[in-house]
């Protein structure tokens, strides 16, 4: 299967990331780019964006990045720092990119943006579970 349709058979099955409104701008095997737009259910009381959701997309990021290769992988450890507040009706950008991978392991780093601006800092350790992606997956 080709990155693009390991992402697409993902997202169907992924009813938080569609729920984030995450829009697949590019990927291929270990880097993915996502955006999504900060809405007002996003927020928390300071009536920025929650945490949560820069963390989720930086998630999504990773694992699209690391299925992407065709065989299947789960996340076991993430880090994230938070460099700015991220308004509502911001563009929030996520890039994956793979800085290592082996048989078992891989590592991601995600660069968060919000308007072209550094916004947070998101590290994902993933595991590689020996199972080939299948249309039927």
Not at 43 to 58: M, P
Not at 89 to 97: D, I, K, M, P
Request: charged content about 20%; proline content about 3%.
């Amino acid at each position: 299967m080709s990155p693009r349709a390991i992402v697409e058979l993902m997202m169907k099955n992924d009813a938080f990331s569609r729920w984030l409104g995450v829009d697949v701008v590019q990927v291929d095997k270990g880097t993915c780019t996502l955006n999504l737009t900060v809405r007002a259910d996003m927020t928390n009381g300071f009536h920025v964006s929650h945490g949560g959701i820069a963390y989720s997309l930086a998630d999504s990021a990773t694992a699209f990045a690391a299925n992407a290769h065709g065989e299947q992988a789960m996340s076991i450890e993430c880090q994230m720092s938070y460099l700015t507040s991220i308004p509502q009706g911001s563009t929030l950008t996520a890039r994956a990119t793979e800085e290592h991978r082996s048989k078992r392991l891989g590592r991601y780093r995600v660069a968060l943006s919000s308007n072209d601006k550094p916004v947070a800092l998101f590290y994902g350790v993933v595991m590689f579970l020996g199972k080939p992606w299948k249309l039927e997956s």
